[in-house]
């Protein structure tokens, strides 16, 4: 018998009920559109770009449905993730913390190929939030290392949705030691605004946040380990303290700071896509606003204005567009501020162009205090 | 305070007047026994240095860079060659006189003593001047800046005549990603990153040095001069690959540095030691007949 519990995990007997969901989505009377409509479809294939960039796309879709392919390889490496030299036995997608970010349009069909390498030591899945059934796909995908699976979803839902590892047993493991990243499904006629008006943007930056749990030596020092499976015990009992050792954005402490600050100009519309699939976050850019956002992440809904801060829920993907109106250093942060300074959660965007007096102005520069 | 400690603080200030009143009086509460042999020094000769005073300036209500001072030092004096050790520094913990590091020592890796604060650097040199019979304190910052000589570098980010606020503020935050790129920030064992060209060890590599100078905010008139300051000695200047600000109480860098800024790897310390006054040569003399 198929307990719910089971089915949740993808254990044994849920492997199995899975499988025979896979033949009953391949029967083509219960399918919507029989596999010679989708057959007859154009295909693209699509190469994924590393965060925090998405891949080149059209903002409103050109022609009608496609097929787009992707390729995503799991790759089980150890990862720095601050500048101490803190080394996590991290599990990707395609090397990068968060995977990298899909974009498609209303009615697309994503067809991803999800390849096990050999070398690595764990099997993986991947759950699409964005995908109808079969646990978002997780009871479909289940490879183990030397081996591959191709799924295909209709992207029925517009929004940014978090996919996200969820193997056999080992769900949480695998999200906070790396995988997951988003997807966004854009209306086929772009974002619209409260009044149904058009929004575009000039660029497009994915953050995706994790929560990890290094364990620590004797001394307080984080520990090293050899293999994942050597650093899974003490993980785990770090992991149920729900105290997160690290809270970084795009894998590392400082990977959007510095040297890899993102930069804009004044008068650029950015879109931030927000991905945090396990804990909730709260974005808040200083210096700057939301003017329009999709905190829950979905277009049907009209977006939010003038926030100062949005709310990510913990297993999802939120969406802020925002036009810079003033040169400087922006600092986009996870605003829980132990969070931002001294877990990790801070990026920096570096804006040029002309100052707004109008907007801001030092009347007086710091000095002695004056009576008068 | 102790009579003692201070009256070597005033010894340099008023000699005469502090030998008068030291003599007829008691002996130090605690006889000074050296215990610990000294550390080793170099001699900084005299000379000139062309020095930007640390801080923040402002001219017309807009920041600029700090005027160029010459600054002459007339007298050598002796500054460790090495950044006091970790080692050392447990053993003024374990005397009681300085507080604990946050994490644990490691007293085989011959490394410098990081993690420590102002207030821990002050103690130190405390204790330090207590275990040798010597006197040491902390550099101000202009030493600090003159002994490491090629190795102070200064920042200007004032190009061509001045630039406005904004500009600077971009031109720093490049500066600092550049200066950070590549960095590694483990403490290495003493003397890893070579000796500059006055023999001290270490200078700008990844362990930034507490100095006694306060954190300034300063107006210039049209002229150039100082019009008004303001100083918060709440804050010191920490002096290493680049300058940096920090309150007394911090001991990591990383937690206590300002938001958009480039904070220092790690803090640690190196005491100048003070030439025997012709008041402690007295003392001595004193100790000598009388105890």
Known sequence: MLTRREALLGTATGAAAAAILGSIIATPAL???????????????????APPYAHPHDQIAKGGPKVIEYRMTIKEQPMVIDNEGTTLRAMTY?????GPLMVVHEGDYV?????????????????????????????????????????????????????????????????????????????????????GRPLKYDRLFYIGEHDLYVPRDENGKYKKYGSLGDSYDETLKVMRGLIPTHVVFNGKVG????????????????????AQANRDTRPHLIGGHGDHVWEQGKFANPPAKDLETWFIRGGSAGAALYTFKQPGVYAYVNHNLIEAAELGATAHVVVEGEWNDDLMKQVAAPGPITTN | MKLGSLLLTTAAVTPLLALTVYLPFQKPDRPVTPTMTSPATVVVSPGRLAYRLPGEFLSAERPVDAPENQIRFRRSFDIMAYQVSAADYALC?????????????????????????????SAYAQWLSGRTGQSWRLPTDEEWAFAAAERFSEEVLDKDGGSDAIARWLARYRSESE???????????????????NGLYDVGGNVWEWTTTCYRRVALDRSGRIDTSTDNCGVRVV????????????????????????????????????????LSAFKALWRGTAG
Not at chain 1, 31 to 49: E, M
């Open chain 2, 93 to 121: 913990v374990s005397d009681g006189a300085c507080e604990a590091p946050d994490s644990a020592v490691d007293r085989i890796g011959n490394l410098p003593a990081t993690g420590v604060s102002f207030r821990d650097a």
């Open chain 1, 111 to 195: 067809e991803l190929t999800l390849v096990n390498p050999e070398a690595n030591e764990m099997p993986h899945n991947i759950d699409f939030h964005a995908a109808t059934g079969a646990l978002g796909g997780g009871a479909l995908t289940h490879v183990n290392p030397g081996e591959q699976a191709v799924l295909r979803w209709k992207a029925t839902r517009t929004g940014t949705f978090v996919y996200h590892c969820a193997p056999t047993g080992m769900i949480p493991w695998h999200v906070v030691s790396g995988m997951s990243g988003a997807v966004m499904v854009l209306p086929r006629d772009g974002l619209r605004d409260e009044n």
């Open chain 1, 31 to 49: 399918a919507q559109a029989g596999a010679a409509d989708i057959a007859g479809l154009p295909r693209v294939k699509v190469d994924l770009v």
């Open chain 2, 179 to 197: 200066a950070a790129r590549g960095r590694d920030p483990e403490p290495k064992p003493q003397g890893h990153f070579g000796a500059n060209s």
């Open chain 1, 255 to 274: 990977a959007l700071t510095g040297d890899n600050a993102l930069k804009a100009k004044v008068g650029e519309t950015v879109l931030f896509v927000h």
């Open chain 2, 239 to 278: 002096s290493g690959k680049h300058r940096g600000y920090m309150s007394f109480f911090i001991r990591d860098g990383k937690s206590g540095g300002c938001a958009a800024g480039l904070p220092p790897d790690n803090l640690g310390i190196r005491l100048v030691r003070e030439r025997p006054s012709m």
């Open chain 1, 94 to 98: 395609e090397g990068s913390m968060p």
